[in-house]
């Protein structure tokens, strides 16, 4: 109830203020397990993606948000749970996966942190890794205008006009294809090509 209750608020407050403008989401999946892979420049990326997206979303959320216990009870509340950035977390890797598995949508930002201004990141295997291991496919997704409204650093945000679009969904790599890094650059590559003209 409460992550209803909060997603729809934040749609709410996205479209009226923001006047955001969704495309592409009749290329989410309608039904089973699939990943959603954006592009990062802030904070308010992740409630942009979960407004726009026409399926709920858990979400990969860095652990030191998850240090105070009515935050942390929150965090999970909304479908996030926590990843170690600085190792290799077992633990969130497994949890994700059976989110797949059971059929749900998992946001990943495949640079693994947000960029500077419009700048994208190299892709990390991750993305490849659990499309690959959950026979997931990848739904390439581009937000745009966020690193205007709250840029990296800022704890201030502007009500400037923000647009996400989804892209066809690439389909679960297999072992004899590709790898997790080649597949993960062909994600960050599909995402790159949602991005709208200067």
């Known amino acids: 109830m409460i992550h209803w209750v909060c997603r729809n608020l934040v749609r709410l407050v996205l479209l009226v203020f923001f006047r955001l403008r969704i495309q592409g989401q009749e290329h989410v999946p309608a039904q089973g397990g699939f990943i959603l892979a954006g592009n990062h420049v802030s904070y308010l990326d992740p409630l942009v993606f979960g407004a726009g997206c026409p399926r709920s979303l858990y979400y990969m959320a860095r652990d030191t948000l998850f240090r105070r216990p009515f935050f942390a009870w929150f965090l999970h509340e909304i479908h996030a749970f926590p990843l ?27 640079e693994g942190t947000r960029q500077v201004g419009s ?15 959950a026979h997931a496919p990848v739904v390439p997704a ?11 650093g800022s704890r201030r945000i502007r009500p400037v006009p923000l647009d996400v679009v989804f892209g066809p969904p690439i389909p679960a790599p297999t072992s004899q294809e590709t790898t997790d890094v080649d597949h993960s650059r062909r994600v960050m590559e599909a995402i790159l090509a949602l991005k709208p003209p200067l």
Do not use: N
Request: glycine share 14%.
């Open 84 to 110: 170690k950035r600085r190792a290799a977390d077992f633990e969130a890797i497994r949890k994700g996966l059976r989110y797949l598995a059971d059929g749900r949508g998992l946001l990943i930002f495949p």
């Open 119 to 133: 700048r994208v990141g190299r892709a990390f295997a991750g993305v490849g890794f659990l499309a690959r291991k």
């Open 142 to 152: 581009y937000v745009s205008g966020t690193a205007k409204a709250m840029p990296k």
